[in-house]
Nanobody, 116 residues
Framework: QVQLVESGGGLVQPGGSLRLSCTAS????????MNWYRQPPGKERELVAF???????NYAESVKGRFTISRDNAKNTVYLRMNDLKPEDTAVYYC??????????WGQGTQVTVSS
């Protein structure tokens, strides 16, 4: 099974930016979509953004206009550019390949903390 590794998380002040990366151990082109999820402290995991194999994208309402998902198939990598970060964006961010099912490939998560 493809393994996913996230990177790029960290501590940032409100209004700041981060770019998360998710690099797969193999090709990502065979997956129907590549997804970014997040799990805020004490809350359920939620879908943040996805990009289909054809390049179509969609975003949670809470991040529209601030986050951008993109993919580089040649590098087996998906990115999440996050601008104008808010404290409520604080969460562990997870990369997923497929449809978000438990038996899909998932990364280990990367912590994003937005705080002054």
């Amino acid at each position: 099974q493809v393994q996913l590794v996230e990177s790029g998380g960290g501590l940032v002040q409100p209004g700041g930016s981060l770019r998360l990366s998710c690099t797969a151990s193999g090709s990502i082109t065979g997956f129907v979509a590549m997804n970014w999820y997040r799990q805020p402290p004490g809350k359920e995991r939620e879908l943040v953004a996805f990009i289909s194999s054809g390049g179509a994208t969609n975003y949670a309402e809470s991040v529209k206009g601030r986050f951008t998902i993109s993919r580089d198939n040649a590098k087996n990598t998906v990115y999440l550019r996050m601008n104008d970060l808010k404290p409520e964006d604080t969460a562990v961010y997870y990369c997923n390949a497929g449809r978000g099912f438990d038996n899909d490939p998932w990364g280990q998560g990367t912590q994003v903390t937005v705080s002054s």
